[in-house]
């Protein structure tokens, strides 16, 4: 702390960019700029790429027409839509699907655009090891688990600040890899010394100055609005 009090520190929130090591599961617009649509190739999109366990992929219609169903590979070649095997479907027109088996996924749309090619059959991998493995953890270490969840389902919390370091937040649900994390440091500095104090005078608290100074400044200046107003 440097011999600073949190009382008479000015505390500054600092949100900066955090270069976080890229993540290992990806996001994959299904079809790229063309979105889950008829009239594309999707056996040719998807040759060329790689598609690893804990892998999203996210698909991106017309809501008013067309379906995400995961079918089996017969239905898949027949363009059966009648028994899908999951319906991620959710009529929002954009939706993601969580590749989090080792095993061939087949999707396709029903309402007849499947003849159109709107299917797509996708094999998901292990993940490769990664180049830099990490160091092992020390015996006895906890769990990785978050270190505060802070979330308490209103949809509007609040998180204290009170210690001077750097804070690390995210979402969970897979929306972290939508970009839903953040990084804060905290830090403190000194209150320059009043000019006019006495010597020998204790300085003034920061709870007497936000609990009269400021109410006083606002009254002057309501007392202030009033004048001007009637005169």
Request: proline residues 7%.
């Amino acid at each position: 702390m440097e011999g600073v009090s949190f009382g008479s520190a000015v505390v500054f929130l600092v949100l900066v960019s955090v270069m976080v090591p890229e993540a290992s599961a990806a996001r994959i617009t299904v079809g790229g700029n063309k979105g889950w649509s008829p009239n594309v190739n999707y056996t040719i999109w998807a040759q060329d790429k790689h598609f690893y366990n804990g892998d999203w992929l996210l698909f991106v219609y017309d809501r008013n027409q067309h379906h995400i169903l995961e079918v089996n590979k017969t239905n898949y070649e027949t363009c059966n839509s009648d028994h899908p095997l999951h319906n991620w479907t959710t009529g929002v027109g954009r939706d993601v699907v969580p590749l989090n088996v080792t095993r061939r996924y087949y999707f396709l749309s029903g309402n007849g655009f499947c003849y159109s090619g709107m299917k797509m059959a996708v094999q998901v991998e292990k993940l490769p090891p990664s180049p830099k493995a990490a160091p092992p953890a020390s015996k006895g270490s906890a769990p990785l688990a978050p270190l505060h969840n802070w979330t308490t389902g209103v949809g509007r919390d609040v998180v204290p600040l009170n210690v001077t370091r750097r804070y690390y937040f995210l979402s969970g649900n897979g929306c972290c890899y939508s970009g839903m994390k953040l990084a804060m440091a905290v830090r403190h500095e000194k209150l320059p010394p009043s000019s006019k104090a006495s010597k020998g005078s204790a300085p003034l608290a920061p709870v007497f100055r936000s609990q009269f100074v400021l109410p006083a400044i606002f009254a002057i200046g309501a007392v202030w609005d009033a004048f001007l107003r009637f005169c």
